[in-house]
């Protein structure tokens, strides 16, 4: 096999029979997702690395936290270097309980440098809804270090972003009734009109029944039969356990900063004709110094030389009948000697001539 060839395929992914994917890693059910919770929080026992004096909100913080201890210090008397101000963030997974814990994630919003060696304050975290959710507190974990000294400085990792491992204790609960549900909606993460009809034909086959229909490219509707009224749960895994082929969209996508090419199995091509030749300009400066003759009076110059060759190789022309295929594609492309930047300009040129039956994405 060609060198070429081989340069071509590894840039390919060359898909062939497709396997069944399982319902559940294609889909979301409506209701059931993640919930997004944020928090402001001082992250104290710095090192020297917290906020500076002109952090105004930091100091400002402290300030009203003591006072909540019945401890008054004038504000302009703080002065501060251990204490960061940071937001905190955390996802509350479905189905969580009040007092399982979850992770958060530290991100400090002053001109702290480092918040390795900190404890994050007790920090209420509030969903959208303006309620409290978790409360947050715990030491830092920053995974790096940052060093600095008057000529170098070194860093590992980011250190002004750090976690809380189970930081966070659920007090409150997103409720979601599956049971008391007569239907449900389940949302393919893709738009494919093919894959939603599969769908509902694998499970209407395996309830025996009219159950699940498509309400458009990405939304199926699954009626709770009567077997499982309350035992939602145990519908959903038998469903999600249903395997189904996924269509895949003709699809060529390029990355242009790698060179990277990625086509679908359903790509196909008209018949064209295709004609590449590559052409290299190479040009060498060599200057050369010119020196007067003796007692000629004139001045040491330096001349430019400069040599130019061109370079083309003879166009190779491949004719791709109507339908080709991937395989028939590359190789056609590596019969005109394309390198994998130039099989980009070839599939963009193909495109161009409306002879590629797919869809071009370029990243």
Known sequence: MRKGLL????????????????IKDLVTVEGVRANQLVGYG????????GDGDQTKFTVQSVVNMLERFGIRVPR??????????????AELPPFVKPGQRIDVLVSSIGDAKSLQGGTLLLTPLRGPDGKVYALAQGPVSIGGFGAAGAGAAVQVNHPTVGRVPNGAVVE???????????????????TDFTTVSRAVSAINAALHGPYASALDGRTLRLAVPPAYRGRVVELL???????????MPA???????????????????????VAHGNL?????????????QPFAGGQTAVVPRTQIRAREQKARI????????????????????????????????????GALQAELVII
Do not use: W, Y
Request: charged share 20%; aromatic share 0%; net charge positive.
């Open 7 to 22: 340069v071509i395929v590894s840039l390919l992914i060359l898909c062939g029979t497709l396997q069944g994917a399982r």
């Open 42 to 49: 001082l992250v104290v026992g710095l090192k020297g690395t």
């Open 76 to 89: 302009a008397q703080v002065k501060l270097k251990n204490v960061a101000a940071v937001m905190v963030t």
């Open 172 to 190: 409150r609960a997103v409720p979601v009734n599956l049971n008391g549900r007569d239907h449900l909606l389940l949302s393919f993460r893709v």
């Open 237 to 247: 895994a038998r469903v999600g356990e249903l395997e189904v082929e996924p269509d």
């Open 251 to 273: 699809r060529v996508v390029i990355d242009e900063r790698t060179g990277t090419v990625v086509m679908g199995e359903n790509v196909r091509i008209s018949r064209v004709a």
């Open 280 to 292: 290299s300009v190479e040009i060498r400066e060599t200057p050369q110094v010119v020196q007067p």
């Open 318 to 353: 491949v004719v791709l009948e109507e339908g080709a295929s991937i395989g028939e594609l590359v190789r056609a492309l590596n019969a005109v000697g394309a390198t994998p930047r130039d099989l980009i300009a070839v599939l963009q040129a193909i495109k161009a001539a």
